[in-house]
């Protein structure tokens, strides 16, 4: 059996809490991500947003992590069972306070940098931006995040800001940026979301829906702005 709870679940008021989760790029590099089945793709984000930063673990209940990822709770349990083998992450089963079965996740996070991790923020997860994506829109976001790049130039000229600053004002404003760049091939991208280039335009639809991913031209050529948060929640 699954993890049982008997408090209702909220979704938080606090959805701008400016914390954000550390997604692996091993796992993408590597091709693993390709082969996770869709419910592990749902719930795995999701399980990273409840880690700790100070012991690695997480304790969502099974119905709080079908709520957030947007599936059943005998989906997302199929979805943590995908997860066994995933390099750096455990399940371990306890048994509360009140006698009910429940697990808790070890998370081995990557090291902070962009080398290593992928930084997805928690708001496309507390405000339910996640939750209402279809299967391939989880699947394909942590890739395009993975691809995306940050022009300085491209980014203040789009945003109507002084091109002509040096270098060391666009870094600064680099923190405070609202979107990266993506223009990965979509073979590419089927290829490490583990999805077939015919969902491929039904994903673009739903991540841009929710908010994650808006297009734009740019000398005539077309660029993905792909969001550091939503841009409506």
């Known amino acids: 059996n699954g993890s049982v709870s008997f408090s209702p679940f909220q979704w938080t008021e606090n959805v701008g809490n400016g914390l954000s989760l550390r997604f692996p790029r ?4 590597e ?3 390709s082969t996770l089945k869709p419910s592990s793709k749902a719930v795995y984000p999701c399980i990273l947003k409840f880690v700790s930063k100070k012991k690695g673990l997480a304790f969502p209940s099974l119905r709080t992590l079908a709520i957030v990822s947007g599936v059943t709770e005998k989906t997302a349990g199929d979805g943590i ?3 066994d083998e995933l390099p750096g992450f455990e399940k371990n089963r ?3 306070n009140r006698g009910h079965t429940a697990y808790k996740y070890q998370i081995k996070e990557p090291p902070p940098d962009t080398d290593h991790t992928i930084w997805i923020s928690h ?8 939750s209402l994506l279809n299967p391939t829109a ?3 976001f942590p890739v395009l995040k993975h691809f995306s790049w940050w022009d300085g130039r491209e980014y203040c000229d789009l945003e109507n800001l002084d091109s002509s600053m040096d270098y060391s004002d666009l870094s600064d404003l680099y923190p405070s940026r609202e979107y990266d ?3 990965a091939d979509d073979e590419i991208i089927c290829e490490l979301s583990g999805i077939t280039t015919r969902s491929l335009k039904e994903a673009y639809r739903s991540l841009s829906d929710r908010y994650f991913i808006s ?3 740019v000398m005539g050529r077309k660029l993905w702005k792909v969001h550091i948060k939503p841009s409506f929640i």
């Open 26 to 29: 091993e796992i993408i590099k």
């Open 215 to 217: 297009s734009v031209k």
């Open 123 to 130: 708001e496309f997860i507390n405000g339910g931006n996640w």
């Open 81 to 83: 069972k995908g997860l």
């Open 138 to 140: 989880k699947a394909i």
């Open 181 to 183: 760049f993506m223009d």
């Open 94 to 96: 306890y048994i509360t």
């Open 31 to 33: 091709g693993i991500w």
